[in-house]
């Protein structure tokens, strides 16, 4: 995987943006790649140097159905000659969904994980089961977040990012929000829009930021309003939102992540949360692959 080194900026064109005179850049890392898109690219980025380094063959992760992880860490084990192993959680669609079929055509073997076992994932037990079973395998955790994908996420700001008032950004498993807490400036404000229902990201954060001993200079807050129910789950607003902004400014979303996080932030500034004049960069995180498997599930056009 080589680094990213040209980023393609693109200045969000809309009534209620020069109404409240606030400038909204998008950073497309969805263009960074065509298979390998986003925020996965910085994510992966060390963990497979670390894995050839080591000498392992095969890399073992986890993953939902239509996970994006999932979907580039296939495609990056394949380039980079390492066998990959999915587990699923739960059950494994018959016949499989695109995100899962790009996944087996990259050669990733693909195993359910029942529900209960999965979310004991991480525990010693279990992952020392998983290399009984598997044998010698390079782990990285669901949604790739451990230090070596901090450390990529730390490279997504460049210096010209850092010139802006406010950096916004979907949050997951946070990985990405703790690496641009690490590299922003201290004028700036990160803000994270959460995926998943319930305040408990805070403490979901704050013990990453302890664990990986980082001490933001800047400033930060989560914002955890904008769910929509939670991981995974849509109201027709959001998606009539999505489609919206993909007529208007012809930029794609999809409704996991960065859709939601367009809509929360369009939200705050409808209310007045920011100043006039206020410059904010939104990083786009890519997932694009997953909107084929939503629109063949819900039957849409997204």
């Known amino acids: 995987m080589k680094k990213h080194l040209l980023p393609f900026y693109q200045t969000l064109q809309l009534p209620l943006l020069g109404e409240k005179q606030i400038q909204v850049v998008v950073k497309r890392l969805d ?8 925020n996965k690219h910085y994510k992966l980025l060390h963990n497979i140097r670390a894995a050839k380094e080591r000498g392992y063959a095969k ?3 986890f993953g939902g159905a239509f996970s994006n992880h999932i979907h580039a860490t296939a495609i990056s084990a394949a380039q980079n000659g390492l066998q990959s192993i999915g587990l699923i959680r739960g059950e494994i669609p018959r016949p499989l969904n695109p995100t899962l079929s790009d996944a087996e055509n990259q050669g990733m073997q693909l195993y359910p994980m029942p529900r209960t076992d999965y979310r004991g994932k991480q525990s010693p037990l279990v992952l020392e ?7 010698e395998v390079y782990i990285i955790p669901e949604g790739g977040t451990n230090a070596l994908a901090i450390k990529g996420s730390r490279e997504i700001l460049d210096p010209e990012d850092k010139l802006m008032d406010v950096v916004a950004v979907p949050i997951g498993t946070g990985g990405t929000f ?9 004028n700036q404000q990160v803000l994270g829009f959460s995926a998943l229902k319930g305040a408990f990201i805070h403490q979901e954060i704050s013990k990453l930021l302890e664990d990986q ?3 933001p200079s800047c400033s930060w807050d989560i914002h955890t309003t904008y769910h929509f129910g939670g991981y995974g789950k849509f109201k027709p607003e959001l998606i009539a939102f999505i489609k919206e902004i993909k007529e208007t400014c012809g930029l794609p979303l999809e409704p996991l992540y960065t859709g939601k996080m367009l809509y929360g932030l369009m939200d705050l500034i409808r209310n ?19 909107i084929r498997g939503f629109n063949q599930r819900f039957k849409t056009d997204l």
């Open 59 to 61: 890399i073992l992760t």
């Open 272 to 290: 007045d949360a920011f100043h006039k004049g206020t410059r904010i960069l939104l990083i786009h995180t890519g997932g694009l692959q997953g």
């Open 129 to 135: 089961q998983l290399r009984l079973k598997f044998g």
């Open 178 to 186: 703790a690496g641009l807490l690490a590299s922003a400036s201290t």
């Open 213 to 215: 001993q980082i001490n």
């Open 31 to 38: 263009l960074l790649h065509p298979l390998i898109q986003g």
